[in-house]
């Protein structure tokens, strides 16, 4: 399933925003507002889990955060898609403010992490931020083709074995978006 059709079946949402490309990037076939990956839905029924799909969640201060994955068990070689979701359970309306124009972040971690969604993208420094309004969420889905991305080590396949994947809001100082935002699944790779 390509990720027009997963954000079509599992999300029920529309792509909104600005137009971001950029050259070299790896089946961004969809594009959004800062990020292209950024959904934004409304008030949509909440995210209706596939069968065999994978999910966490936690709540903080009445927003929930929540991962999915489309499955928890994946064949080597093949993309894991994984979708990020803020939703505000406030009776008031929320914003969430930026140094830069990262609003989330996805890592891939096997004791260290080996995969980072950001680590090949360049972001503006300037701040920004986004508003929920009670009940709204807002919705963020990028792929991983189970290759290293992080630190010296850069396209090399991964081998087979359990993996844990970690959405988050990329607010500073950093502490925050581990305690306060991150919510994470993990999935299995086996052999081809």
Same mark, same amino acid.
């Given at each position: 399933?390509? *990720?027009?059709? +997963?954000?079509?079946? =599992? ?17 961004? #076939? ?10 934004? =839905? ?32 994946? !064949? ?18 929320? $914003?969430?403010?930026?140094? =830069? ?7 891939? =971690? ?29 919705? +963020? ?19 087979? !074995? #359990?993996? *844990?994947?970690?959405?988050?809001? +990329? ?11 991150? $919510? #994470? ?8």
């Amino acid at each position: 399933m390509n *990720r027009r059709e +997963f954000i079509k079946r =599992s999300l029920g949402g529309i792509v909104v925003g600005s137009v971001l490309l950029i050259a070299g990037c790896n089946d961004r #076939s969809i594009v959004g507002h800062y990020n292209e990956g950024y959904v934004e =839905s409304g008030n949509p029924p909440p995210v209706k889990s596939e069968p065999g799909s994978n999910g966490n969640s936690r709540i903080t201060n009445d927003i929930e955060y929540y991962i999915q994955t489309d499955k928890k068990d994946y !064949r080597l070689g093949e993309k894991v898609q994984m979708l990020y979701r803020i939703t505000n359970l406030k009776s008031e309306p929320h $914003v969430f403010n930026f140094e =830069s124009n990262q609003w989330y972040g996805f890592d891939i =971690s096997a004791g260290e992490i080996i995969w980072q969604w950001s680590y090949d993208k360049a972001f503006l420094n300037v701040p920004t931020n986004f508003q929920l309004n009670p009940g709204e969420h807002k919705e +963020f889905i990028e792929n991983w083709n189970m290759v290293y991305m992080f630190a010296n080590i850069v396209g090399k396949q991964v081998e087979p !074995r #359990s993996y *844990r994947i970690k959405g988050y809001l +990329f607010f500073a100082p950093f502490i925050i978006q581990n305690n306060y935002t991150s $919510v #994470s699944v993990s999935i299995n790779i086996k052999p081809k």
